[in-house]
């Protein structure tokens, strides 16, 4: 098992940046793959994006290609997600993700998942 909690977020002018992390403890981390996710009001979760086991590759849907950049380092147990560009309609809760497998991270069935941090942008 393991425990994920993020921080980072923050009230941030369109056009600006943030750079959320993402803590795990628990089990080994480097056996999960990684990722993040994000719900607005009244919305629907959205995968934002996912990172493998190692953290040199990752997988982004095609919305979230550009402005968002995934990484990790297992030496410290950290997840990252660096936004850019930041828009109005990326206020939401942002979640980190994890599970042993990156499919259910990208289908979003993903097994543990943290508490989220808020991220809003003024317009």
């Known amino acids: 098992q393991v425990q994920l909690v993020e921080s980072g977020g923050g009230l941030v002018q369109a056009g600006g940046s943030l750079r959320l992390s993402c803590a795990a403890s628990g089990r080994a981390f480097s056996i999960y793959a990684t990722g993040w996710f994000r719900q607005a009001p009244g919305k629907e979760r959205e995968f934002v994006g996912a990172?493998?086991?190692?953290?040199?590759?990752?997988y982004y849907p095609d919305s979230m290609k550009g402005r968002f950049t995934i990484s990790r380092d297992n030496d410290k147990n950290m997840v990252y997600l660096q936004i850019n560009g930041l828009k109005a309609e990326d206020s939401a809760v942002y979640h980190c993700?994890?599970?042993?497998?990156?499919?259910?991270?990208?289908?979003?069935?993903?097994?543990?998942w943290g508490q989220g941090t808020q991220v809003t942008v003024s317009s």
């Open positions: 993700a994890a599970d042993e497998s990156l499919h259910n991270i990208v289908v979003m069935r993903m097994k543990y």
């Open positions: 990172t493998i086991k190692s953290g040199s590759s990752t």
